[in-house]
């Protein structure tokens, strides 16, 4: 049974930093790309970050390149967003996928307020 489970999220002032995680099980890890999406209040869900299974092509929504990074560490079957420079706008339900067949977590929230 395929699982993903988010964690890490909280309140922050803008400008602050946060580290979400994604631990995933039920699947052989390494061999699948992981995509983080989020869904801001009363909006609908918007790709952030992909990372590919050897962990060495991520990539960036515009709104979050420079700020956010991506990793994996697939002795851990964990994927990690790190997010620096937090914005007001960055405020959402963050949900790490395994998108090839839909799979998503049931998230964890991320207020960016002060």
């Known amino acids: 049974q395929v699982q993903l489970v988010e964690s890490g999220g909280g309140s922050v002032q803008p400008g602050g930093s946060l580290r979400l995680s994604c631990v995933a099980s039920?699947?052989?890890?390494?061999?699948?790309?992981i995509r983080w999406v989020r869904q801001p209040p009363g909006k609908s869900l918007e790709w952030v970050s992909n990372i590919d299974g050897s962990g060495t092509r991520p990539s960036y929504s515009a709104s979050v390149k420079g700020r956010f990074t991506i990793s994996r560490d697939n002795a851990k079957n964990t994927t990690y967003l790190q997010m620096d420079n937090l914005k007001p706008e960055d405020t959402a339900v963050y949900y790490c996928e395994r998108p090839d067949e839909n799979y998503r977590g049931r998230g964890t929230q991320v207020i960016v307020s002060s």
């Open positions: 039920g699947f052989t890890f390494r061999r699948y790309l």
